[in-house]
């Protein structure tokens, strides 16, 4: 999955069909046409060195 940050402004592209999936997935988890959209929080931290992942929580 290649990320993009430009300011304020998070794109995520992805590479593969799993990658299509999982970020078709989320967007569906986070954005709710009908209600109010849902908030990624980070958990704990991202540290490179110590993580091979950034983990966040979907808060409503």
Known sequence: ???NLDKNLVE???EN???KASLEK???TVVDCSKFNKK???VGEYVPVKSSF???VIEE
Do not use: G, H, S, Y
Request: proline fraction near 11%.
């Open 1 to 3: 999955m290649k990320i």
């Open 12 to 14: 995520f592209t992805p």
């Open 17 to 19: 069909d799993q990658e």
């Open 26 to 28: 989320l967007w569906n």
């Open 40 to 42: 990624l929080v980070p």
């Open 54 to 56: 950034a983990r966040f």
